[in-house]
C-alpha cells in the first residue's frame, strides 16, 4: 500500500547549529510518539546532508532529501552537486522542478526531464514539482499548463520508471504567500493530475503515484488537504521551518 509522504523544504534557511537543533527536536518528538503511516522527509540546503545522516541513523522513521541536483554525472561543472554525489550522502528523494528553480534559474521542462533521469539513475527519487502561477489560474488554464509540465517532464519515462516518481502540485499563487488552494481546488487538481497520468501509464500507475499538495500548507489546514481522495501527503515550506508546526502538520492524517 502506498504511504503518505511529509516532506519539509527548508530552501536557504538555517545555519548548521539550528539546522541540528531542529531536526534534533522532530526526530525526538517522532520517536516518543511514531507516526508509522507516514514518510518524513527533511531537506535541508546540500551543505547539511552529510551530517544530518549522522543525526538520522538512530530514526529510521525520517530520511534526507536534496533540494534540487545537476543533470550530467560529474566533471567540470562548478558549484553543482550529482545525484552520485547526493546517494552517497545518505540522500533519498530529491526535488526536482520547484517553481522557484524554475523561476529564478530558468530551469526548463527539457532541463528538468534529464534532472528526473539522472536522479533515477542514481537510486534517488524524484519529487516532480508543478503548479500554475496566478495570471494562468485567474484564466482557468491551470490543468493545460500542469499537463504541460508532467508530460514534458515525465512522460519520456517507461512505466516502471514512472512508477519510482512523486508528484507534488504546487500552486505558485500558493507558495509562501499564505494563501493555501481551498479544499475543492486542491482535489480538483489532484484528481486532474491523476486522471492524465493514466491516460499515460493507466490507471493502476496512476491510483498508486503518490500526489503530494504543497503551498502555504500549516497546522490548521494540512487535516482538511490530507483527507482529500488525491491527496497524498505535502510538500511543506514555511511551517517546516518550526519542530512543532512540522510535527503537528506530520500528525495530521
Ligand atoms: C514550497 O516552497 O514548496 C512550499 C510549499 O512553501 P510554503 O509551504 O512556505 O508555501
Known sequence: MKKNIIAGNWKMNNSLDDGLKLVSEIATMIKEDPVNEVEIIIVPPFIHLTVLDKLLQDYDQICLGAQNCNEHDSGAYTGEVSTAMLKSSGVDYVIIGHSERRAYFNESDEL???????????????????????????????????????????????????????????????????????????????????????????????????????????????????????????????????????????RSF
Open 112 to 250: 528538468l526531464a534529464t534532472k528526473v533521469n539522472q536522479a533515477l539513475s542514481n537510486g534517488l527519487t524524484p519529487i516532480f514539482c508543478c503548479g500554475e502561477p496566478l495570471s494562468v489560474r485567474e484564466s482557468n488554464g491551470q490543468e493545460d499548463f500542469v499537463f504541460t509540465q508532467l508530460t514534458n517532464g515525465l512522460f519520456h519515462l517507461s512505466e516502471e520508471s514512472f512508477g519510482k516518481v512523486v508528484i507534488a502540485y504546487e500552486p505558485i499563487w500558493a507558495i509562501g504567500t499564505g494563501v493555501t488552494a481551498s479544499a475543492a481546488q486542491a482535489q480538483e487538481m489532484h484528481k486532474a493530475i491523476r486522471n492524465h497520468l493514466a491516460s499515460k501509464y493507466g490507471q493502476k500507475a496512476a491510483k498508486n503515484c503518490r500526489i503530494l499538495y504543497g503551498g502555504s500548507c500549516k497546522p490548521s489546514n494540512a487535516k482538511e488537504l490530507f483527507a482529500l481522495d488525491d491527496v497524498d501527503g505535502g510538500l511543506i515550506g514555511g511551517a517546516s521551518l518550526n519542530p512543532a508546526d512540522f510535527v503537528d502538520i506530520i
